[in-house]
């Protein structure tokens, strides 16, 4: 069963459980090993039986364009997607990069990132990333 207005699935059985559902954001140089292991991470959360089956989360790789990021180490991701409709996950995690070379946002990912808190869509950051929402003043007012 799909919820009406958003991608996340229901599983039917016991009671229903809703799908977690990600969205990642790559910053360029992004940090590969903390990329690669959250997804891994959701990967084994996500299926029953160890074969990777993305049953209970689902997660997509997001950009401004469909353009390959370039991680730190040199390999490159291509986006799933381009920024559209935030409300369709529970969590868009940034992943930053190294401070030390060019690893700044596209302007339309801050405006993402600030559409997505007004939207009560949970923003959370690994490595530098975790400056994300600082750097979209969604941390104005806060300690």
């Given at each position: ?47 029953e039986g160890d074969r990777s089956r ?90």
């Open positions: 069963m799909t919820d009406p207005g958003s991608s996340k699935s229901f599983a039917s059985g016991k009671g229903q459980r809703r799908q977690l559902s990600v969205g990642f954001v790559l910053v360029p140089n992004f940090t590969w090993i903390a990329f690669s292991a959250i997804v891994d991470l959701l990967r084994l959360a996500a299926d993305p049953e209970k989360c689902s997660w997509s790789v997001l950009a401004p364009d469909l353009n390959p990021i370039t991680a730190s180490c040199g390999l490159q991701v291509l986006p799933w997607e381009t920024f559209d409709r935030p409300e369709r996950f529970d969590y868009i995690v940034v992943v930053g990069g190294l401070i030390d070379r060019n690893s700044s946002y596209h302007p339309r990912t801050l405006e993402f990132l600030r559409d997505a808190a007004a939207k009560g869509v949970s923003i959370a950051g690994a490595g530098t990333g975790s400056s994300a929402p600082v750097d979209a003043q969604l941390m104005n007012g806060r300690k």
